[in-house]
C-alpha cells in the first residue's frame, strides 16, 4: 500500500471514528434521484424529470409586545399551496396525462411519490396539466400542477 493510498484510508478511519463518537451514528447515505416514481390515482407518471417539495413553510406570526427590545415570533399554519411536477411529454401517454384533469366535476386524486429507499410520500389534490412553452433544438416538455387537499403523509420504507 502506498503512503497516500494509506494515509486516506487512516483519514477516513479517523472521520468515521470522529462521527461514531459525536453523533453514535455511522456516516449517513445519500440518494441520488434516479429510481423515484411518482403515481396519481394509481397510474404512474412516465417521463417524470422533477417534482415540487414536500412540505410547506409556516406563516410567522408577530408577538412581539411593547415591553420586548427585539421582535419575537412563533409559527402558524403550514402554507401547503400548489405542488409541481416537471415531466417530458410524449403522445405515447398523452391521453392518460390528460384524463387526470378532464374529469367533472374536478375531484382530488390521489398522490403517491415514491423515493429510490422505498420511502413514500402520500397527498391529495386536484391535477391540471400543461404543455411548456418551447424552444428550438429542446425536448417538449409538460408541468403537472396540483392544488393539494391537506398535508403530506410520510410512509417509511419497509426493511
Known sequence: MKLKELFMTKALIDAMMYNELLFD???????????????????????????????????????????????????????????????????????????????????????????PTGEKFTNSGMVAFKINGGSVDSVIEGSITVSLAGKWTRVPATP
Not at 413553510?57 to 411536477?85: F, H, M, N, R, Y
Open 25 to 115: 451514528d455511522p456516516l449517513p447515505q445519500y440518494y441520488a434521484t434516479i429510481g423515484v416514481s411518482l403515481k396519481i390515482n394509481n397510474t404512474a407518471v412516465v417521463g417524470l424529470k422533477e417534482f415540487g417539495d414536500i412540505g410547506g413553510e409556516p406563516s410567522e406570526l408577530d408577538t412581539t409586545t411593547l415591553a420586548d427590545s427585539v421582535k419575537t415570533s412563533i409559527l402558524g399554519v403550514q402554507e401547503q399551496g400548489k405542488w409541481t411536477v416537471g415531466i417530458y411529454y410524449s403522445d405515447v401517454y398523452a391521453d392518460t396525462i390528460w384524463a387526470l384533469q378532464d374529469e367533472t366535476p374536478k375531484t382530488n386524486k390521489t398522490l403517491e411519490l415514491t423515493l
